[in-house]
């Protein structure tokens, strides 16, 4: 078992909709972390989270500590929004990144 | 800013061969590292470097070196190239361990035939 998880794996969207990305852990974390990686490859942080939520324009990010679960969040998807999501969780003692294996999301208009 | 910059783009070698993949960051970053990105795998950490002249293993670093001669450079060699190193690899910095990981460069698609 993978200390990091994400789910779904794919997910595919009509424009409008709201997604969630989900991230489950299984080491204790210092942080929970979201990236973005575009079909051109470049990967581009989006939130670090320690506790609660945090948001940006239409990204939501949460975190639960004690069931070491995380979710992100997209309202009003669009077409742009389609990429990968990556979370990594950032282990306590060494900041040490464990990362998911991803999820490609496909907004379709 | 530039932000963190990495060359080549793109890179074919053939087995034994040896090559250099250039890191470069303009934002005065202590932390930069190293990741290597493959097909159904989460990134995995190379080499990483704290500060100038200070480098360490990750979590996958045989068939790598890394050097950190200034805060703004942190090459890394591949020194007899294997097809098991064919990836993407991807340099990150930011202002500490405990910010990262903060900017990526936009990677170096390399295979090794």
């Known amino acids: 078992k993978n200390e990091v998880e994400q789910s779904p794996q794919n997910l595919t969207a009509q424009e409008g909709e709201f997604i969630t990305i989900n991230c489950s852990y299984s080491v204790g974390i210092s942080a929970l972390h979201w990236l973005q990686q575009h079909p051109g490859g470049g990967i581009v942080s989006l939130f670090m989270l320690s506790s609660g939520k945090k948001k940006h324009g239409r990204l939501i990010a949460t975190i639960n500590i004690q069931e070491k679960h995380s979710s992100l969040h997209i309202t009003a998807s669009h077409p742009r929004d389609s990429a990968v999501y990556i979370c990594?969780?950032?282990?306590?003692?060494?900041?040490?990144?464990?990362f998911g294996t991803g999820t490609l999301l496909a907004v379709q208009p | 800013n530039a932000g963190v910059t990495q060359t080549p783009k793109f890179q074919v070698l053939k087995t034994g061969q040896s090559m250099t993949l250039q890191c470069a960051q303009d934002m005065n970053h202590e932390y930069m590292s190293w990741y290597r990105q493959d097909p159904g795998m989460g990134l995995r950490l190379i080499h990483y470097?704290?500060?100038?002249?200070?480098?360490d293993q990750g979590e996958v670093p045989n068939g790598y070196n890394v050097s950190r001669s200034t805060t703004e450079d942190f090459p890394l060699r591949l020194l007899s190239a294997a097809p098991s190193q064919t990836s993407v690899y991807f340099c990150a910095s930011s202002y500490n361990s405990r910010e990262q990981p903060q900017h990526f460069g936009d990677g170096t698609r390399l295979s090794i035939l």
């Open positions: 470097s704290v500060g100038a002249g200070i480098t």
């Open positions: 990594a969780a950032r282990g306590g003692a060494t900041n040490k990144l464990i």
